[in-house]
């Protein structure tokens, strides 16, 4: 099959949502659709239940479940989907905002009952920096949940998307009829089904059809009232819209029962985009090139204890990638084979001779990987937009045995590089400041770093609550940042200066004090800063 063949194959995306909304069953009915799995429960969760840092094991044996999961591929409809995992905890959340920026599409999961939660406004934030087409799944309808009015509504204002559905639910809870297809004229009829994979679905001629009055009854006139209502507010939908990430196609479903996964998944391999084109240090880079190319977007530290291995996910952006073939590793200016790329299916490995733009592979690595990397066939660029954000905790790492200094070094090098957490040195390295996005990942990294590396530390709370990445073009204009706040000038691990904040009070002030000077939430995991989102605009207020 040709090269251009294998990319339009191809759809590349992950599902996200706020924890217990219902992803894991949704991926698991997907999976059931394509025949990739046979029966229900073969999914597991891979949320990380509430543990005590004595359950240390017990949280890396659940996060080994992520590594099994971490791509699942599966074949639908002619089109070969690889849907990226994301962590279900939130203390994870740093590794699903990088694998955001290896799929070309996403997937977001609300609960019906629930609404937006936090977690979810998180994550639209970073696929609209990005502006990835997102379909929404409002899921769970079969419980009492919020009027189907009342959550687009919620879901415009708090996530800051524009939305048209493309199926209109028919009651919910109790009352729960099924759903129409607004464009299909068509009418899913909700029956409580967790076992068959097959909807009951009827099309009518339009709205007006008599047999759709027979079977719906009373309802009919409410479900031609709310529709007129939608075609009122809502744009036409259009594939264009979608594509450029401005408007969410919105169906209501129930991953438990089965319900409206079928028109869900259609849509997808109908709409949703084929691998596009990425931006590189040199330029945009289409995947029809004829070189290979591809970039490092996550870190996983292999399990077995005796290996210090870890597997290095890698997105192909171009090209075709094959086994054994020698490819330069941009950072390190070194080339490297690999003999054994593999894919993961729920528990089994496979390794792959070859793969394609959109693919995910593993790639086995004994620490020459960090987050951002770039393989090519000897071209010297670099993969852009791959960002790290502030994180949200900062602890002060001390050595509780002075004689493994060494060692902890090293072993926080380690565990920085492969995106567990960020580090933040002052004073020529001596002091050192680690940033988190979650509480859990002091237990992993304090574990890790004793049973890999032989280190003890202990972590003591800093007062900070953000970082930002101070980008200047002259010296002066940083004069008042150095003089007056000096201890809170940092550097994080590529030497950019890193201002780290008690309040937003006090970042409004250093950013009055250096009006030259700007303060970046996010910045470019391979060393240049980049204006991803600036914290304060021209005038100096605070944006969101
Ligand atoms: P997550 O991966 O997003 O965290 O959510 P997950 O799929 O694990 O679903 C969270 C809970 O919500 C599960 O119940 C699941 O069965 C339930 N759920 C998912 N979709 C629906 C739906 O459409 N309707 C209803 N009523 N419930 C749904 P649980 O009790 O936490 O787990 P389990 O014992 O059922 O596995």
């Known amino acids: 099959m040709s090269i251009q063949k294998e990319i339009a194959k191809r759809k ?177 009829f909700f029956t409580s089904n967790k076992t068959t994979i097959e909807d009951d679905i009827q099309t009518f001629k339009d709205l007006d059809d008599p047999a759709l009055a027979e079977v719906l009854g009373s309802s009919v006139a409410k479900l031609k009232e709310d529709l007129e209502l939608i075609n009122g507010v809502y744009e036409e939908f259009t594939p264009d819209l979608y594509l450029s990430g401005e408007v969410a196609p919105v169906f209501f479903g129930s991953a438990l029962n089965n319900f409206g996964i079928k028109e869900l998944l259609e849509t997808f391999c109908e709409l949703a985009p084929m691998p596009a084109p990425r931006e590189t240090t040199s330029g945009m880079i289409q995947p029809d090139a004829e070189k290979f190319s591809g970039f490092v977007f996550k870190i996983h530290a292999n399990l077995d204890p005796k290996h210090r291995d870890r597997i290095a996910f890698l997105r192909v952006c171009s090209g075709k990638f094959e086994r054994n073939k020698f490819y330069h590793h941009v950072r390190l200016n070194r080339d490297m084979k690999f003999p054994s790329p593999a894919t993961f299916m729920a528990s089994t490995k496979n390794v792959i001779d070859d793969a394609f733009p959109g693919d995910v592979i593993g790639l086995y690595d004994s620490g020459t990987f960090k987050i951002g990397d770039t393989l090519t066939e000897g071209e010297n660029f670099m993969f852009k937009g791959i960002p790290r954000f502030s994180p949200e905790i900062f602890r002060e790492v001390r050595i509780t045995d002075p004689f493994k200094s060494k060692q902890l070094e090293k072993g926080i090098r380690y565990l920085t590089d492969e995106g567990l957490a960020q580090l933040f040195t002052q004073n020529l390295g001596t002091k050192k400041v680690v940033g988190v996005v979650g509480e859990l990942q002091f237990d992993v990294m304090k574990f890790r770093l004793f049973h890999e590396f032989g280190a003890s530390c202990d972590f003591y709370p800093l007062s900070f609550h953000k970082a930002l990445w101070v980008k200047f073009s002259n010296e002066s204009e940083i004069d008042e940042l150095r ?62």
């Not at 005590?52 to 999961?69: H, M, W, Y």
């Not at 007056?484 to 950013?511: C, H, P």
């Not at 250096?514 to 980049?530: G, I, Y």
């Open 12 to 188: 590349t995306f992950a599902i996200i949502s706020h924890p217990d909304a219902g992803k894991t069953t949704l991926t698991e009915k997907l999976l059931l659709y394509s025949g990739a799995i046979q029966i229900a429960g073969a999914v597991k969760s891979n949320k990380i239940k509430k543990t005590a840092a004595s359950d240390f094991l017990e949280i890396e044996k659940q996060r080994g479940i992520s590594v099994a999961t971490s791509v699942l591929s599966f074949e639908y409809d002619d089109k070969k989907i690889n849907l990226l995992d994301t962590p279900g905890h939130k203390d994870f959340a740093e590794d699903t905002y990088r694998t955001l920026t290896a799929v070309d599409s996403v997937i977001l999961v609300i609960d019906s009952v629930k609404g937006v939660e936090e977690q979810t406004e998180k994550l639209m934030n970073v696929c609209r920096m990005r502006k990835t087409p997102v379909i929404i799944l409002i899921n769970k309808m079969d419980r009492e949940g919020q009027p189907p009015v009342d959550l687009l509504d919620e879901v415009e204002a708090k996530l800051d998307i524009r939305v048209r559905p493309l199926t209109w639910p028919v009651g919910y809870g109790q009352s729960f009829k099924g759903v129409y297809n607004i464009y299909k004229h068509s009418f899913a």
């Open 483 to 544: 003089r007056i706040r000096y201890n809170n000038l940092y550097f994080d691990k590529n030497n950019n200066l890193v201002y780290l904040a008690e309040s937003e009070f006090s970042l409004r002030m250093a950013q009055q004090n250096n009006p030259k000077a700007q303060f970046l939430t996010s910045v470019e995991h391979n060393d240049q800063t980049v204006e991803l989102e600036l914290f304060y605009n021209e005038s100096n207020s605070l944006q969101k």
